[in-house]
């Protein structure tokens, strides 16, 4: 129920007074409101100036203050008698009138060109009056003939066809109304709908509403409902934000009203009806207009309102726990006062914002009455659920279509190929992915998905022997190695000072794949160095490449990438130094297998650096004699000894098949090397360049058990580098405790367990001092 | 004091005034309008009307009775004409009393009949009785005008002998003496001859169309035939004319009927009736060029402004229309509006070939349905179909031109008004009577749910025809599927176990509504199938097909197609069998009477008779 009051502003004061059902007032003239007392007279106020501008009058007797209108006979357009009410649609001008035993709507053509102000009757409509109901006899016959109610109803989509036609009515719109295109449809039939014709409702003192489609050939006056009691009021109200009215409401005197509205959910049949709600607010209705939600009556005693909306319907229900099917009085809300009172004639002028509405009450006064602003929520207008289904099945089937269309030609293929291309590309990022994981975390050799060994090996081959190197590569990742990955194999000399071009001696190999299936190995040989001209040690890194290029074809690229052609992703697989003790050819015929490697220290260049060089000081100082000047005088032989220890050899030595340096060194099997060690055995060999080299490890016993190995041959060239490569095997395994080291600080870990981790590496390097020799 | 001649001059003159007022305002009458010439012809009866009252305020006497009996006659023509009959009336049984008392004799009378045969016996050879024979005059135009022609037979020897004497009477009289006479006696608004004369064709007329109707076209004939040869306006000959047609039309005789109303056009060229009725007898002898050609004219002339109408009663004040009411003739006389005449026409040329024609008429047809001028008013009982059933009609014409296009647009309408309102199950039971109504689900204004179904299912059927038209197969098995599932919406209740078809006399509606349902559901099933032939898709085309011939057993289209797939499917044998039933199958389905967008579509895949003859020889040589 509304709180507060309504402002009554009263604007002006009519010579008349008493209670009369024909008191009209009449908006929509720019600011003039017009009102027609049902007598003789009609008053123009003008809402600017706040006054009675006019008077139009039909009698021509005293004069009064505001100027006078006359009408004379020629203004005469119809000479009928009791018209109860008309109404002008297009040029047709509409009167309903009672005669004899029959209501008649009679049509009469408004003249457009021609000077004649005579209207041209052109048909007419009877509908027999039927014997008044009870209660409305009674009173029929004490007071005068009741008027009747004319409307004009639209289909929601004629506004939209025909915009001037629309703005042309819109000054005399009062009594035109907008319905919404399936209750006009289901109210008034498909024919009206689809001829778009309006439809002239009327309500007759009789109680019925009858309807009549006015551009329908062959169409009669029908009868829509029975209110069974004097019509007052004919209206539509609930206008959706596309301007249809969605609610055609009809009020009688007795205060009994019906609203007709669309029911969507339907009833037995699915589809929508037109539902009929009839309820009974306090009455008798004098008066009444409508806004966009509401309808507003005055009883006389007081001026109510009653919301119309759609939300105001679905609170009211759910506070009653009732179903909404159950259309009875209770689906129609109570109105709430608003506590004006003696209102004979309402109207709504249409303004925007708060609402107005203009009165005139039963002294004679036209008073502006405002309403003290309520909730405003519009209900949401939504497609039809039937229409927006079968939008969505005609979108559905022509996606279907259009899918089948293109699948089969062309475009097929294209997709094909793009998803094809897709899936490459993801595998290319899923790899690199995973081979940038493993730089980053440091995996363990024999666990990463893909990797790679290699093996060197001599070969004779047209009296000439050469050493070629096996590179294996083992993909144990969940991806196929497919067209566009490219095994690319670098191989360069470590010291390139011997050459003078530098760069230019490094030797690119690349061997592309086709279809390396997970847990597939891919073995490729290449050619390092004929005997003799090799400049070893030399590096050997070796790298996934993945190129766009070869996957999008090359003509595609050049069309479309053009800066795409040399992109390609590279990934570093592993890297690995050819050094002499790989390139040595054994030539005792018991060790079929190939030479050992011996740990010797090195000359390393890194952070612990100092840590580790004090100690090679140290250690050179005892155990490296020094290879040249120790070797020298004996008959002409350089030689080079490295001594290590033995524990340290089994150690480092005993966990190497799961050691990661084993993978990477993989050219020496570590247990020969052992035994060899142990043998004290004596191994001639060949280096690469064809120097004949003799590698004696024995074992000698100092202090503890240590190895020493000793290189000699006649070519210091062969000597220097042996003592290297076997000097690097040994920095590699300091690189590994190194490793763990750093590996302790470059991890977060808790610095707990940093400090034990740095205390089990210094234990180590205390326990074994010959680490490094 | 020499007052009563004076008073009687002054009378006589205001009467003279009157008269020669109300002349010139009806010789100017061509041009003013309708409402014009009512509102004098008001004024002038209600000044008669005074004029009558001052010289009746007197008792009657002698001298003053010749004024008095012109008064009266001028103040009834104008009461006639303004169809106040009743007041007419009145005043002549008031006249006639007072002519009795002047007489001397007294009228213990209320019969009419009794009251004139007195009065006209009593004034005798008097100077009185031309007077009362026009004052019967119009008595007589009453009685027609009221349509009791019972009373003008009744007084059949007074009207003849009346006719004698006002028509020759004054032609015998010389022309100096009828001068004399005239210049004392009154003037009168409406010359008695003329009123006679126009008194006589009418009745001949009003009876003609009385007898006929009665079924007594002979002697109607003859009657009508004689009436012919009176002295009248070109429209009234032209009725007897017309209304002789129709008798002979009526006793069988087509030929001589066409030859009566040609002269009733030749007569009278405005006689549309004519040209309606001579189109009715085309359609009778099956001569379709000639109908539809009688069908444009018509059309034609109905849409002629009626600017000319005024002539037929603009110089007298009664027009024959007034006289001509009763509801026979205005039946014999009626001619439908130019909207049906224009579907008609429509409709035929459509279905006599003359396609293109037919699609301009349906355009026309629909644009007129759609202009603001368009009202409501011509309520006869509308032979227009249904707005739906236009569009449908109109989307067909335009398909059978190869415009599927416009035809979709028409079809899109259709489903767009409707298919919000087809409810999702309906039930189409056997009619019983009375309760039928209600089941049926009739909404609010009595629209049926079921026509709204099948317009909507006809829309798409249509459409479905119109992407065969154009080959697009997806689109069309898309179209046919949608139809096929607004018809299985439909639920048939049998009541009494009655074939799938009803005999025709079961009830007509829902008859047409269950025929109309499965020859849709026939030719949806058959034509979707016969699209998925198209498509390759055969085994979903042989069940298409073979539904289809379930559902409407008659339609060769069907059968000659699933002899086909079957054909295609290696099943060659049962497909010959197909082929031959189809081809024992005689069907006289009556084409003219179906819908026309229920009509086999007359584009698409079509199959060759003699060829699949050949095949079955072939089949049955190896």
């Given at each position: 129920?509304?709180?507060?009051?309504?402002?009554?502003?009263?604007?002006?004061?009519?010579?008349?007074?008493?209670?009369?059902?024909?008191?009209?007032?009449?908006?929509?003239?720019?600011?003039?409101?017009?009102?027609?007392?049902?007598?003789?007279?009609?008053?123009?106020?003008?809402?600017?100036?706040?006054?009675?501008?006019?008077?139009?009058?039909?009698t021509?007797?005293?004069?009064?203050?505001?100027?006078?209108?006359?009408?004379?006979?020629?203004?005469?357009?119809?000479?009928?008698?009791?018209?109860s009410?008309?109404l002008?649609?297009?040029?047709?001008?509409?009167t309903?009138?009672q005669?004899?035993?029959s209501?008649?709507l009679?049509?009469?053509?408004?003249p457009?060109?021609?000077?004649?102000?005579?209207?041209?009757?052109?048909?007419?409509?009877?509908?027999?009056?039927?014997?008044?109901?009870?209660?409305?006899a009674?009173?029929?016959?004490?007071?005068?003939?009741?008027?009747?109610?004319?409307?004009?109803?639209?289909?929601?989509?004629?506004?939209?066809?025909?915009?001037?036609?629309?703005?042309a009515?819109?000054?005399?719109?009062?009594?035109?109304f907008?319905?919404?295109?399936?209750?006009?449809?289901?109210?008034?039939?498909?024919?009206?709908?689809?001829?778009?014709?309006?439809?002239?409702?009327?309500?007759?003192?009789?109680?019925r509403?009858?309807?009549?489609?006015?551009?329908?050939?062959?169409?009669?006056l029908?009868?829509?409902?029975?209110?069974?009691?004097?019509?007052?009021?004919?209206?539509?109200?609930?206008?959706?934000?596309?301007?249809?009215?969605?609610?055609?409401?009809?009020?009688?005197?007795?205060?009994?009203?019906?609203?007709?509205?669309?029911?969507?959910?339907?009833?037995?049949?699915?589809?929508?009806?037109?539902?009929?709600?009839?309820?009974?607010v306090?009455?008798?209705?004098?008066c009444?207009?409508?806004?966009?939600?509401c309808?507003?009556?005055?009883?006389?005693?007081?001026?109510?309102?009653?919301?119309?909306?759609e939300?105001?319907?679905?609170?009211?229900?759910?506070?009653?726990?009732?179903?909404?099917?159950g259309?009875?009085?209770?689906?129609?809300?109570?109105?709430?006062s608003?506590?004006?009172?003696?209102?004979?004639?309402l109207?709504?002028?249409?303004?925007?914002?708060?609402?107005?509405?203009?009165?005139?009450?039963a002294?004679g006064?036209?008073?502006?009455?405002?309403?003290?602003?309520?909730?405003?929520?519009?209900g949401?207008?939504?497609?039809?659920?039937?229409?927006v289904?079968?939008?969505?099945?005609?979108?559905?089937?022509a996606i279907?279509?259009?899918?089948?269309?293109?699948a089969?030609?062309?475009?097929?293929?294209?997709?094909?190929?793009?998803?094809?291309?897709?899936?490459?590309?993801?595998?290319?990022?899923?790899?690199s992915?995973?081979?940038?994981?493993d730089?980053?975390?440091?995996?363990?050799?024999?666990?990463?998905?893909?990797?790679?060994?290699f093996?060197?090996?001599?070969?004779?081959l047209?009296?000439k022997?050469?050493?070629?190197?096996?590179?294996?590569?083992?993909?144990s990742s969940?991806?196929?190695?497919?067209?566009?990955?490219?095994?690319?194999?670098?191989?360069?000399?470590?010291?390139?000072?011997?050459?003078?071009?530098?760069?230019?001696?490094?030797?690119?190999?690349?061997?592309?794949?086709?279809d390396?299936?997970p847990?597939?190995?891919?073995?490729?040989?290449?050619?390092?160095?004929?005997?003799?001209?090799?400049?070893?040690?030399?590096?050997?890194?070796?790298?996934?490449?993945?190129?766009?290029?070869?996957?999008?074809?090359?003509?595609?690229?050049?069309?479309?990438f053009?800066?795409?052609?040399?992109s390609?992703?590279?990934?570093?697989?592993?890297?690995?130094?050819?050094?002499?003790l790989?390139a040595?050819?054994?030539n005792?015929?018991?060790?079929?297998?190939?030479?050992?490697?011996?740990?010797p220290s090195?000359?390393?260049?890194?952070?612990?650096?100092t840590?580790?060089?004090?100690?090679?000081?140290?250690?050179?100082?005892?155990?490296?004699?020094?290879?040249?000047?120790?070797?020298?005088?004996?008959?002409?032989?350089?030689?080079?000894?490295?001594?290590?220890?033995?524990?340290?050899?089994?150690?480092?030595?005993?966990?190497?098949?799961s050691?990661?340096?084993?993978?990477?060194?993989?050219i020496?099997d570590?247990?020969?090397?052992?035994?060899?060690?142990?043998?004290?055995?004596?191994?001639?060999?060949?280096?690469?360049?064809?120097?004949?080299?003799?590698?004696?490890?024995?074992?000698?016993?100092?202090?503890e058990?240590?190895?020493?190995?000793?290189?000699?041959?006649?070519?210091?060239?062969?000597?220097?580098?042996?003592?290297?490569?076997?000097?690097r095997?040994?920095?590699?395994?300091?690189?590994?405790?190194?490793?763990?080291?750093?590996?302790?600080?470059?991890e977060?870990?808790?610095?707990?367990?940093?400090?034990?981790?740095?205390l089990?590496?210094?234990?180590?390097?205390?326990?074994?001092?010959?680490?490094?020799? | 004091?020499?007052?009563?001649?004076?008073l009687?001059?002054k009378?006589?003159?205001?009467?003279?005034?009157?008269?020669?007022?109300?002349?010139?305002?009806?010789?100017?009458g061509?041009?003013?309008?309708?409402?014009?010439?009512q509102?004098?012809?008001?004024?002038?009866?209600s000044?008669?009307?005074?004029?009558?009252?001052?010289?009746?305020?007197?008792?009657?006497?002698?001298?003053?009775?010749?004024?008095?009996?012109?008064?009266?006659?001028?103040?009834?023509?104008?009461?006639?004409?303004?169809?106040?009959?009743?007041?007419?009336?009145?005043?002549?049984?008031?006249?006639t009393?007072?002519?009795?008392q002047?007489t001397?004799?007294?009228?213990?009378?209320s019969?009419?009949?009794?009251?004139?045969?007195?009065?006209?016996?009593?004034?005798?050879?008097?100077?009185?009785?031309?007077?009362?024979?026009?004052?019967?005059?119009?008595?007589?135009?009453?009685?027609?005008?009221?349509c009791?022609?019972?009373?003008i037979?009744?007084?059949?020897?007074?009207?003849?002998?009346?006719?004698?004497?006002?028509?020759?009477?004054?032609?015998?009289?010389?022309?100096?003496?009828?001068?004399?006479r005239?210049?004392?006696?009154?003037?009168?608004?409406?010359?008695?001859?003329?009123?006679?004369?126009?008194?006589?064709?009418?009745?001949?007329?009003?009876?003609?169309?009385?007898?006929l109707?009665?079924?007594?076209?002979?002697?109607?004939?003859?009657?009508?035939?004689?009436?012919?040869?009176?002295?009248a306006?070109?429209?009234?000959?032209?009725?007897?004319?017309?209304?002789?047609?129709?008798?002979?039309?009526h006793?069988?005789?087509p030929?001589?009927?066409?030859?009566?109303?040609?002269?009733?056009?030749?007569?009278?060229?405005?006689?549309?009736?004519?040209?309606y009725?001579?189109?009715?007898?085309?359609?009778?002898?099956?001569?379709?060029?000639?109908e539809?050609q009688?069908?444009?004219?018509?059309?034609?002339?109905l849409?002629?402004?009626?600017?000319?109408?005024?002539?037929?009663?603009?110089?007298?004040?009664?027009?024959p229309?007034?006289?001509?009411?009763?509801?026979?003739?205005?039946?014999?006389?009626?001619?439908?509006?130019?909207?049906?005449?224009?579907?008609?026409?429509?409709?035929?040329?459509?279905?006599?070939?003359?396609?293109?024609?037919?699609?301009?008429?349906?355009?026309?047809?629909?644009?007129?349905?759609?202009?603001?001028?368009?009202?409501?008013?011509?309520?006869?009982?509308?032979v227009?179909?249904?707005?739906?059933e236009?569009?449908?009609?109109?989307?067909?014409?335009?398909?059978?031109?190869?415009?599927?296009?416009?035809?979709?647009?028409?079809?899109?309408?259709?489903?767009?008004?409707?298919l919000?309102?087809?409810?999702?199950?309906?039930?189409?039971?056997?009619?019983?009577?009375?309760?039928?109504?209600?089941?049926?689900?009739?909404?609010?204004?009595?629209?049926?749910?079921?026509?709204?179904?099948?317009?909507?299912?006809?829309?798409?059927?249509?459409?479905?025809?119109?992407h065969?038209?154009?080959?697009?197969?997806?689109?069309?098995?898309?179209?046919?599927?949608?139809?096929?599932?607004?018809?299985?919406?439909?639920?048939?209740?049998?009541?009494?176990?009655?074939?799938?078809?009803?005999?025709?006399?079961?009830?007509?509606?829902?008859?047409?509504?269950?025929?109309?349902?499965q020859?849709?559901?026939?030719?949806s099933?058959?034509?979707?199938?016969?699209?998925?032939?198209?498509?390759d898709?055969?085994?979903?085309?042989?069940?298409?097909?073979?539904?289809s011939?379930?559902?409407?057993?008659?339609?060769?289209?069907?059968?000659?197609?699933?002899?086909?797939?079957?054909?295609?499917?290696?099943?060659?044998?049962?497909?010959?069998?197909?082929?031959?039933?189809?081809?024992?199958?005689t069907?006289?389905?009556?084409?003219e009477?179906?819908?026309?967008?229920?009509?086999?579509?007359?584009?698409?895949?079509?199959?060759?008779s003699?060829?699949?003859?050949?095949?079955?020889?072939?089949?049955?040589?190896?």
């Open positions: 129920v509304m709180e507060g009051r309504c402002a009554v502003e009263t604007w002006a004061q009519f010579g008349f007074s008493g209670r009369s059902y024909k008191v009209k007032i009449l908006c929509g003239f720019g600011t003039d409101v017009l009102i027609c007392t049902g007598t003789e007279e009609i008053y123009v106020f003008s809402k600017r100036e706040r006054k009675i501008t006019a008077s139009i009058r039909f021509s007797d005293a004069s009064s203050s505001p100027a006078e209108l006359k009408i004379s006979q020629e203004c005469l357009v119809v000479g009928a008698d009791e018209v009410s008309l002008l649609v297009g040029s047709v001008l509409l309903l009138c005669r004899d035993a209501w008649l009679t049509l009469y053509k408004t457009k060109q021609t000077a004649s102000t005579s209207h041209e009757e052109f048909g007419s409509f009877h509908l027999p009056v039927v014997s008044a109901v009870d209660c409305g009674a009173e029929s016959n004490r007071g005068p003939r009741k008027g009747s109610v004319l409307i004009c109803i639209h289909s929601g989509d004629v506004e939209a066809s025909s915009p001037s036609n629309a703005s009515e819109s000054t005399v719109a009062q009594d035109h907008h319905l919404e295109p399936l209750l006009f449809k289901l109210l008034f039939g498909v024919e009206a709908a689809l001829a778009k014709s309006p439809v002239i409702l009327c309500g007759l003192p009789d109680g509403l009858c309807f009549l489609p006015l551009r329908l050939p062959g169409s009669r029908r009868v829509l409902h029975s209110l069974e009691q004097p019509v007052c009021f004919v209206g539509a109200s609930v206008v959706t934000e596309t301007g249809h009215a969605q609610c055609l409401v009809a009020a009688g005197e007795q205060g009994r009203v019906v609203l007709i509205k669309t029911d969507k959910a339907g009833s037995e049949g699915g589809s929508a009806m037109a539902a009929f709600t009839e309820g009974c306090p009455g008798p209705v004098w009444g207009c409508m806004d966009k939600s309808f507003y009556y005055s009883t006389g005693a007081d001026l109510l309102r009653l919301d119309l909306s939300g105001s319907f679905a609170r009211e229900s759910k506070e009653r726990g009732e179903e909404t099917s259309m009875t009085a209770a689906a129609l809300q109570s109105p709430s608003l506590n004006v009172c003696r209102v004979i004639a109207a709504e002028p249409a303004c925007t914002g708060d609402v107005q509405l203009l009165g005139v009450s002294r006064q036209l008073q502006r009455i405002c309403l003290p602003a309520g909730r405003v929520d519009e949401s207008s939504k497609l039809p659920s039937t229409q289904s079968r939008s969505v099945r005609d979108l559905l089937s279907g279509d259009v899918c089948e269309r293109y089969s030609s062309v475009l097929k293929t294209v997709i094909k190929s793009k998803n094809q291309f897709l899936r490459l590309l993801n595998h290319a990022v899923s790899v992915f995973l081979l940038m994981a730089t980053t975390t440091d995996l363990p050799i024999k666990e990463k998905p893909i990797r790679c060994h093996e060197t090996s001599w070969s004779r047209l009296q022997d050469s050493l070629s190197l096996v590179c294996f590569l083992h993909n969940p991806f196929v190695l497919e067209r566009g990955w490219t095994l690319s194999i670098t191989v360069s000399p470590l010291s390139y000072s011997s050459s003078p071009a530098g760069e230019s001696s490094s030797t690119n190999f690349s061997f592309p794949f086709h390396l299936r847990g597939q190995t891919f073995e490729a040989s290449l050619p390092i160095a004929a005997a003799g001209d090799a400049s070893f040690p030399m590096t050997v890194s070796c790298s996934l490449i993945f190129s766009l290029s070869s996957l999008l074809g090359e003509e595609e690229v050049a069309a479309s053009a800066g795409l052609q040399s390609c992703i590279s990934l570093p697989l592993s890297t690995l130094t050819v050094d002499w790989h040595l050819q054994l005792s015929p018991t060790a079929a297998h190939k030479m050992a490697t011996v740990q090195s000359a390393a260049a890194d952070s612990i650096q840590f580790l060089s004090s100690r090679q000081l140290r250690c050179s100082g005892r155990t490296n004699k020094g290879g040249e000047s120790a070797a020298k005088p004996e008959s002409e032989k350089y030689s080079a000894s490295v001594w290590v220890s033995s524990e340290i050899v089994r150690d480092t030595l005993k966990p190497k098949k050691s990661n340096l084993d993978a990477k060194e993989s020496r570590p247990e020969d090397l052992y035994k060899i060690a142990l043998s004290t055995s004596v191994a001639h060999a060949r280096g690469p360049n064809g120097a004949a080299m003799k590698l004696t490890v024995k074992e000698v016993n100092h202090k058990a240590t190895i020493e190995v000793q290189i000699e041959s006649s070519s210091l060239a062969a000597v220097c580098g042996l003592h290297h490569a076997v000097l095997r040994i920095q590699i395994k300091a690189r590994l405790c190194f490793f763990q080291i750093s590996g302790a600080f470059g977060v870990v808790s610095t707990v367990q940093r400090d034990r981790l740095l089990s590496v210094y234990q180590e390097l205390r326990r074994n001092p010959l680490l490094i020799v | 004091m020499y007052q009563p001649p004076s009687l001059e009378w006589s003159q205001e009467n003279n005034e009157l008269v020669n007022k109300c002349k010139q305002q009806e010789a100017g061509g041009a003013v309008s309708r409402d014009h010439r509102s004098s012809l008001r004024w002038c009866s000044e008669f009307h005074k004029l009558l009252r001052k010289i009746q305020g007197i008792p009657p006497h002698v001298d003053h009775s010749q004024l008095e009996l012109a008064v009266v006659y001028n103040t009834c023509v104008c009461f006639t004409a303004q169809s106040q009959f009743s007041e007419a009336e009145l005043l002549l049984k008031e006249a009393e007072r002519v009795l002047v001397g004799n007294n009228a213990d009378t019969d009419p009949l009794v009251l004139w045969r007195a009065g006209l016996k009593s004034a005798g050879n008097t100077a009185l009785h031309p007077h009362v024979l026009y004052l019967l005059c119009l008595q007589w135009a009453l009685w027609l005008a009221k009791q022609l019972e009373n037979g009744e007084l059949q020897e007074q009207m003849s002998s009346l006719c004698e004497i006002v028509c020759d009477g004054v032609g015998d009289c010389s022309p100096s003496e009828a001068k004399g005239l210049s004392k006696s009154p003037l009168l608004v409406m010359e008695p001859k003329r009123l006679t004369e126009l008194l006589q064709i009418c009745t001949s007329i009003a009876q003609g169309a009385e007898k109707n009665e079924g007594r076209s002979s002697e109607a004939l003859s009657d009508l035939q004689a009436a012919s040869a009176l002295p306006t070109r429209a009234l000959v032209a009725y007897t004319h017309l209304l002789s047609g129709s008798c002979l039309a006793m069988n005789r030929q001589m009927a066409l030859q009566c109303y040609k002269r009733a056009l030749e007569t009278d060229s405005r006689c549309v009736c004519a040209l009725r001579s189109m009715l007898i085309y359609r009778q002898l099956g001569n379709t060029q000639a539809i009688a069908l444009r004219l018509l059309h034609s002339t849409m002629l402004p009626p600017a000319t109408e005024p002539v037929l009663g603009g110089i007298q004040p009664l027009s229309s007034l006289l001509l009411s009763s509801q026979s003739l205005s039946r014999l006389l009626s001619v439908p509006s130019a909207l049906s005449v224009l579907y008609s026409l429509a409709l035929k040329c459509v279905l006599s070939g003359r396609v293109t024609e037919g699609v301009e008429h349906y355009l026309d047809l629909l644009a007129a349905l759609h202009s603001e001028d368009q009202h409501a008013v011509d309520a006869e009982v509308s227009l179909p249904r707005m739906l236009l569009y449908l009609e109109a989307g067909t014409a335009l398909l059978f031109t190869r415009r599927p296009a416009d035809c979709m647009a028409f079809c899109n309408e259709v489903i767009s008004t409707t919000e309102l087809v409810p999702e199950k309906v039930v189409l039971e056997e009619p019983e009577e009375g309760i039928g109504g209600d089941a049926r689900g009739l909404s609010v204004e009595g629209e049926d749910k079921v026509a709204m179904l099948l317009w909507a299912a006809a829309a798409y059927l249509l459409q479905g025809h119109c065969t038209h154009l080959k697009d197969w997806k689109q069309a098995v898309t179209h046919y599927t949608r139809c096929i599932n607004l018809l299985v919406k439909v639920h048939l209740k049998n009541r009494d176990f009655q074939p799938q078809i009803p005999a025709a006399d079961v009830n007509v509606k829902h008859g047409k509504d269950l025929c109309t349902l020859r849709m559901k026939g030719l099933l058959a034509w979707r199938g016969i699209s998925f032939t198209q498509m898709q055969l085994r979903e085309a042989l069940r298409d097909l073979q539904l011939l379930q559902a409407f057993p008659d339609y060769t289209g069907a059968g000659l197609w699933c002899g086909e797939v079957l054909w295609r499917l290696g099943r060659k044998h049962e497909a010959a069998a197909c082929w031959e039933k189809t081809w024992s199958l069907t006289q389905t009556s084409v009477k179906l819908p026309l967008y229920l009509q086999d579509p007359q584009s698409g895949p079509l199959l060759d003699v060829e699949l003859r050949l095949r079955i020889q072939e089949l049955g040589l190896t």
